[in-house]
């Protein structure tokens, strides 16, 4: 069984990264080359700090940046080589939760959970509403569902905008700093979700995440934990 997330031989100190306003993001250059391969079922953190390169694998994994040489291949496709309209399409089948939350700031918690479904699925109404209010249940976020982001804490953002990452229960789901300035036990809450229940083999979902560290309580509940050194991607025991 192919690996549901693959990198190789990719040069990250070539990747032309970019903000959310397209601007170039700035960032050192660092001399590195990533193969990895994560495996279904397992949680994977990668880490490393600002000029470590890190920060590229997310948008690499979503096809949103191109990797110079070598290739990034996610759920079996090379994103990046798709035509724009099938990337739109094909990443509706990874999960995303970018760093901060990348929530609509004019939409309630709950029509951001809506705002995916009603956009990117066939689903009645009805169906909608349905798998909003599991999600709704599943992430403790009943009582501000209805408020704007602006009037919820850092927790319940970032709760939301993994409840929308998870709406088309994908089988991957890829997370950039998830637990920044989260308490462990919130952390510990949204990694099981992520992982969306277990299995034989592990986690139901593939979980990939980046950032600059992760919570001490986490690291047993992670199968591989990495980190980008000089370069160099090296397993932390």
Same mark, same amino acid.
């Given at each position: 069984m192919i690996?549901?997330?693959?990198?190789?031989?990719?040069?990250?100190h070539r990747v032309q990264r970019t903000t959310y306003g397209e601007l170039p993001a700035q960032s050192p250059v660092v001399e590195a080359? !990533?193969? *990895?391969?994560?495996?279904?079922?397992?949680?994977?953190?990668? !880490?490393?700090?600002?000029?470590?390169?890190?920060?590229?694998?997310?948008?690499l994994a979503l096809g949103l940046e191109r990797a110079?040489?070598?290739?990034?291949?996610?759920?079996? $496709?090379?994103? =990046?080589?798709l035509a724009r309209t099938a990337q739109l399409a094909f990443r509706r089948r990874v999960g995303y939760l970018p760093a901060g939350d990348g929530?609509?700031?004019?939409l309630?918690? /709950?029509?951001?959970?809506? *705002?995916p479904l009603r956009f990117g699925s066939n689903?009645?109404?009805?169906? %909608?509403?349905?798998?909003?209010?599991?999600?709704?249940?599943?992430?403790? !976020?009943?009582?501000?569902? &209805?408020?704007?982001? =602006?009037? +919820?804490?850092?927790?319940?953002?970032?709760? =939301?905008? *993994?409840? /929308?990452? +998870?709406?088309?229960?994908? &089988?991957? %789901?890829? !997370?950039?700093?998830?637990?920044?300035?989260? $308490?462990?036990? =919130?952390?510990?809450e949204l990694l099981e979700a992520a992982r969306g229940g277990e299995t034989s083999e592990g986690g139901r979902r593939t979980v990939f995440m980046t950032g600059a560290s992760l919570p001490a309580l986490l690291r047993s509940r992670v199968d591989r934990q990495l980190r980008i050194t000089r370069?160099?991607? &090296?397993?932390?025991?």
């Amino acid at each position: 069984m192919i690996a549901p997330l693959i990198y190789e031989d990719v040069p990250l100190h070539r990747v032309q990264r970019t903000t959310y306003g397209e601007l170039p993001a700035q960032s050192p250059v660092v001399e590195a080359r !990533l193969t *990895l391969h994560v495996e279904a079922h397992q949680t994977v953190a990668v !880490l490393g700090g600002e000029a470590s390169g890190v920060d590229a694998l997310a948008g690499l994994a979503l096809g949103l940046e191109r990797a110079p040489s070598g290739r990034v291949v996610t759920l079996g $496709t090379e994103i =990046a080589g798709l035509a724009r309209t099938a990337q739109l399409a094909f990443r509706r089948r990874v999960g995303y939760l970018p760093a901060g939350d990348g929530l609509m700031q004019n939409l309630s918690l /709950r029509d951001n959970l809506r *705002l995916p479904l009603r956009f990117g699925s066939n689903f009645r109404p009805r169906e %909608i509403e349905g798998r909003v209010d599991v999600i709704v249940a599943q992430l403790r !976020l009943r009582e501000v569902a &209805e408020l704007r982001p =602006a009037q +919820c804490n850092a927790e319940e953002r970032r709760r =939301a905008a *993994l409840g /929308r990452a +998870c709406a088309f229960d994908p &089988e991957l %789901i890829v !997370l950039e700093e998830p637990f920044d300035g989260l $308490t462990d036990r =919130a952390a510990g809450e949204l990694l099981e979700a992520a992982r969306g229940g277990e299995t034989s083999e592990g986690g139901r979902r593939t979980v990939f995440m980046t950032g600059a560290s992760l919570p001490a309580l986490l690291r047993s509940r992670v199968d591989r934990q990495l980190r980008i050194t000089r370069g160099r991607l &090296e397993e932390v025991r």
